[in-house]
């Protein structure tokens, strides 16, 4: 399809059709779409951009999901809860409607896959540009805990986000209880304005403290974990549109916190410690106490969070629904991208199903991308554009 656009700048027209097409072929109002295809070109010839009906953003959120070949969970793409807020215009506010967010999407513990939408990017900036006409949250995820650098170069929490912590101390944040889970605030940033810190309410960070159905040692390493994992640095991207600042989740698979957040040795590093507590030979690689250890570990995630009453998948059960996903798809004629290194568990990955197929990767729209940018400033690397003017 030939790319047809207003000038220079502005939405890809051709990007903005095919959407269309696939919104209007997959819902009940396909008679529609020539005149809604005649409203867009009209606005984009006009401004240059035209703005999603709320029927089409929900789609097309719930579409980017589907076609997000990284996650495993795909199964459940059409129960995403959409919550539009493209009129959210303050980074105050852009902080509150992130904290409703959390509150809504924990539902006490029934966790519910939820999206905010905040205002899209203005489309003559480029990719990744922070002179985009849209917010940013800086945060990897709505949740995440601060890592506190010691004088001797050690680090109290999370290790992966000390200079994330020491940019929010830069901007104002006085830090938290000085603690190994310690949730770091958010930073948001409006187009051309610096970046602004604001706290997380405790009540919106519902917790989980682990311990083990059988070593009751356990408990005493005073582990937790929270229970919403939101993505809040990727930029959902639906018919040429930009919407740089669109937090979402789903619920945790068991590994992602007992075999990575918890495990990663440039992370809380915890398998040393519960293989000493399981009495193993940690100074023979054949021993093979790392595995032990990590099996353990995710037991204690997967029972510690059922007994809290608080939604979890076990990564047994999730590659068995990723293949039913990927039936069904295939009956609606639908192609199914997945990255196999993503998609396989980073624990047992020869026990499930997901790791003897071949899968083939695409890169469909709408979807859900990372820039460079939002890499850099999850992890506090923020380029000195962004903050200069904090300072």
């Not at 949730?183 to 970046?195: A, E, K, M, N, S």
């Not at 604001?198 to 009751?216: K, T």
Request: proline share 8%; aromatic share 10%.
């Amino acid at each position: 399809m030939a790319r047809e656009q207003p000038g220079s700048n502005g939405v890809d027209l051709a990007e903005a059709e095919a959407f269309l097409r696939l919104y209007y072929a997959e819902s009940s109002g396909s008679g529609l779409f020539d005149a809604r295809l005649r409203e867009v070109r009209k606005q984009v010839g006009n401004d240059g951009t035209y703005e999603h009906t709320p029927g089409e953003l929900t789609f097309g959120a719930r579409v980017a999901w589907r076609n997000s070949s990284r996650c495993i969970g795909r199964l459940y793409w059409q129960s995403l809860r959409v919550r539009d807020r493209r009129h959210i215009t303050t980074a105050a506010g852009i902080a509150a409607e992130a904290v409703s967010h959390l509150r809504e999407a924990t539902n006490s513990g029934r966790i519910r896959p939820t999206i905010t939408v905040f205002a899209p990017a203005r489309p003559d900036q480029p990719r990744g540009s922070l002179t985009e006409d849209g917010p940013r949250i800086w945060n990897e995820q709505l949740i995440r805990y601060a890592g506190y650098r010691q004088p001797d170069g050690a680090v109290v929490g999370d290790p992966r986000y000390a200079q994330f912590t020491a940019l929010a101390r830069n901007l104002g944040w006085p830090g938290g209880d000085g603690t190994r889970f310690d949730p770091l605030p958010l930073i948001v940033q409006l187009p051309g304005r610096p970046p602004a810190w604001f706290p997380v309410p405790a009540d919106a960070v519902l917790e989980v403290p682990i311990s083990h159905p059988r070593y009751d040692w356990f408990a005493e390493l005073g582990l937790r974990w929270h229970a919403v994992p939101a993505i809040s640095n990727m930029t959902l991207e639906i018919g040429g549109l930009r919407y740089p600042c669109a937090p979402f989740n789903g619920w945790y698979m068991g590994t992602e916190i007992g075999a990575r957040n918890l495990a990663d040795s440039y992370r809380y590093d915890m398998l040393p410690a519960i293989a000493r507590g399981l009495g193993l030979d940690t100074s023979d690689e054949r021993s093979l106490w790392r595995d032990r250890a990590v099996v353990e570990l995710n037991v204690a995630v997967l029972d510690s969070y059922a007994k809290a009453g608080v939604t979890i998948a076990d990564h047994h059960t999730e590659s068995r629904h990723f293949l039913s996903h990927l039936r069904r798809e295939n009956k609606h004629g639908r192609p199914t991208p997945a990255e196999w290194s993503w998609i396989v568990p980073p624990i047992s990955g020869a026990t499930t199903p997901v790791f003897h197929r071949i899968f083939h990767d695409a890169d469909l729209r709408p979807n859900y991308i990372h820039d460079p940018i939002a890499i850099e400033l999850g992890l506090g690397r923020a380029p000195q554009a962004a903050v200069r003017s904090a300072y």
